[in-house]
């Protein structure tokens, strides 16, 4: 069962950015389309971004497009989230999970198991 381990959050002014990291266990990450999702508090579960297996294709929400990029590297099983130009609607705990449907965007089913997530919070 792969798991995952995200870190990289903190604190942040308005406009700020941080990197976000997510270390993912097992040998076959190389074959799955990797995702970054965030919760905010009273709020569902959403997704930010999504990333091929390969690294070739990428797609976000339409509130992070311009802001944040999501790039990863199979060598080192992690997946990244650059996130610039940070805002107060930005915070939440993000998240990072495989799915194995990127064919099916924005319809992407995500793997059962989910790591602890890494809180944003960012000040205005």
């Known amino acids: 069962q792969v798991q995952f381990v995200e870190s990289g959050g903190g604190l942040v002014q308005s406009g700020g950015s941080l990197r976000l990291s997510c270390a993912a266990s097992?040998?076959?990450?190389?074959?799955?389309?990797m995702t970054w999702y965030r919760q905010a508090p009273g709020k569902e579960r959403e997704l930010v971004a999504v990333?091929?297996?390969?690294?070739?294709?990428?797609n976000y929400t339409e509130s992070v497009k311009g802001r944040f990029t999501i790039s990863r590297n199979n060598s080192k099983n992690t997946v990244y989230l650059q996130m610039n130009s940070l805002k107060p609607e930005d915070t939440a705990v993000y998240y990072c999970?495989?799915?194995?449907?990127?064919?099916?965007?924005?319809?992407?089913?995500?793997?059962?198991?989910w790591g602890r997530g890494t809180q944003v919070a960012v000040s205005s």
């Open positions: 990333i091929s297996s390969t690294g070739g294709s990428t």
């Open positions: 999970n495989a799915v194995s449907n990127y064919h099916m965007y924005p319809r992407l089913v995500p793997f059962r198991s």
């Open positions: 097992g040998s076959t990450f190389s074959t799955y389309a």
